[in-house]
């Protein structure tokens, strides 16, 4: 029913459609979530800031597949999201490793899960480890590892699988600024080489409008599509260049003032 | 020569020293105090020592102490192996775990050396009854361990799996089990030594052979001397037995982790 969407400019395509969410308490329905409306285009960066408390991570794990909408759907390349989907890299706050396995133990553990430990899909996992720099690292233990080369691990494990989306839930929020700003540079190198799109939440504006095409503004609860910027901001960026641009600052000033 | 140096320079060589000492004053105090006493009372620590040496040498405590290990061993591997199983299956499904549960409870509101009588009633004087006692002792601790290992898993870790698309089988063996290991081992080194004292006292209740009937067997006829021979019997057999527990356990976690160091520390678990 989905032809025209067509193989290529589908696999990465996210339609959100009357998205609601709540929650039973004791106190009565809590609503997480009301009528969220978005389309993201493939290789789309989207950027997603709010209060805390406003659903953001709700939101994504409703695009990803690990809880359902109450009402609403998710679809991605035309298909309607009912489980965690093969095509989709989750990266979440914490880098999530084991630790009783190597780096690289590490990056392989989705072809394993899948059944697929492949000599070939061993290299693809030394290639995402060269691109996210840890190539010096493969048989350390996170233990060992540093916050950011952490998480390093964990973005390379969401790409290894050649995923079309890639699902970000403040992947950068725990480590220091400086980490995070170069973090940040490479995120959007590695998104250039690999063309995924990509949903980034953060409730960290100047990385939202930094990183993104689009920033969804969302209101607290219940969840709402408040705005919806455009970044229009060349490409490449660095923060030198960002931050020396005055459409920065005013969208910048523009999110604040609705987040208050 | 450097390790030396370290060695002065610690804490270690003092903490040695003071348990040399504390040893041999206690030793000391023993030979002092069994000196006024009558030796049936307590016996002087140096014919407590020829009287091992002798018997130990001589071969006489070999079967005792051949029966005692075999019904350590067998009550620990039965009963361990029982509530590791059993403890998965309750982590793994809700109608396991409300079956399981009340029955658990029950066997251990009730004091297992009670049961003692009636097994040898069924079983005999032989090694059985001592097996199943060591068994029911050492279950529960493995039981709770592989329960409290499993279900402390982090919720993100579980999370991973799910968008990972991992089965239920995958998800234990890849991350729970794993994740579970140092409690389970905590929950054997317990089971081990509960094992140790459930086989002895089991042997009180009726026994012809093994350190516990040997015990019994002195009582009777008065000769405490060869009591003490049994009790250092015993306590060397369970510092055997709790070095056994450690090798194993650093060689498995040396495997999962690397070093029984920081890591482990950094993942809240005591070493």
């Given amino acids: 029913m989905n032809d025209q969407t067509g193989e290529l400019s589908g696999r990465g395509h996210i339609e959100i459609d009357g998205l609601t969410k709540t929650y039973a308490s004791d106190a009565g329905d809590i609503t997480a979530l009301q009528g969220i409306d978005f389309d993201i285009a493939p290789r789309e960066f989207v950027g997603i800031v709010g209060p805390s408390g406003c659903g953001k991570s709700t939101l994504l794990r409703c695009v990803g597949g690990l809880i359902a909408p109450s009402v609403g759907e998710v679809r991605i390349g035309g298909d309607v999201v009912t489980e965690p989907d093969p095509r989709i890299g989750y990266v979440f706050q914490q880098a999530v490793l084991l630790p009783w396995r190597r780096v690289l133990d590490n990056v392989m553990l989705p072809f394993e899960i899948a059944g697929r430990p492949t000599s070939e899909n061993r290299a693809k996992a030394l290639e995402v480890l060269q691109m996210v720099g840890l190539s010096d690292y493969l048989n350390h233990r996170p233990g060992e590892l540093s916050g950011g080369m952490q998480q390093r691990v964990s973005v390379a494990r969401a790409l290894v699988v050649e995923p079309s989306i890639l699902l970000m839930d403040e992947p950068f929020g725990a480590l220091d600024a400086q980490t995070r700003d170069s973090m940040n540079v490479e995120l959007l190198r590695i998104w250039n080489e690999s063309q995924t799109t990509v949903v980034f939440v953060t409730h960290d504006i100047g990385e939202a409008l930094f990183l993104s095409d689009r920033v969804m503004v969302m209101s607290v609860r219940p969840g709402r599509v408040q705005d919806v910027i455009d970044v229009d901001l060349p490409r490449p960026r660095t923060f030198t260049e960002v931050e020396a641009d005055e459409r920065f600052w005013t969208l910048r000033q523009r999110i604040r003032e609705q987040l208050n | ?271």
């Fill in chain 2, 1 to 271: 020569m450097r390790r030396l140096l370290r060695f002065l320079r610690s804490e270690a060589w003092l903490g040695r020293l003071l348990v040399i000492v504390s040893a041999v004053v206690l030793i000391v105090v023993w030979h002092l105090w069994a000196r006024t006493n009558s030796p049936l009372i307590l016996p002087e620590p140096g014919p407590v020592l020829e009287r091992l040496l002798d018997y130990v040498g001589s071969g006489r405590a070999n079967p005792h102490i051949w029966i005692t290990v075999q019904e350590i061993v067998l009550g620990f591997a039965l009963g361990g192996l029982a509530g590791i199983g059993l403890g998965t299956l309750a982590s793994e499904f809700g109608i396991a775990r409300r079956v399981i549960m009340p029955y658990v409870i029950v066997t251990q509101a009730l004091p297992k050396f009670a049961l003692a009588p009636i097994l040898v009633i069924w079983f005999g004087f032989g090694m059985t009854p001592k097996v199943i006692i060591a068994a029911l002792i050492a279950f529960f601790p493995l039981l709770e361990n592989t329960y409290l290992g499993l279900t402390t898993t982090p919720a993100e870790m579980l999370e991973l799996f799910r968008a990972l698309r991992a089965g239920r089988w995958t998800t234990l063996t890849k991350c729970r089990a794993l994740h579970a290991v140092p409690a389970v081992f905590s929950g054997l080194r317990v089971a081990l030594m509960l094992a140790l004292v459930g086989a002895v006292v089991a042997e009180y209740v009726g026994a012809n052979k093994g350190l516990g009937a040997l015990i019994i067997v002195s009582q009777g006829t008065l000769d405490t001397e060869l009591m003490f021979v049994a009790f250092v019997q015993l306590t060397v057999l369970g510092l055997l037995l709790d070095q056994a527990h450690g090798l194993v356990y650093r060689l498995v976690m040396r495997r999962l982790y690397g070093s029984v160091g920081a890591e482990m520390r950094a993942a809240g678990v005591s070493v």
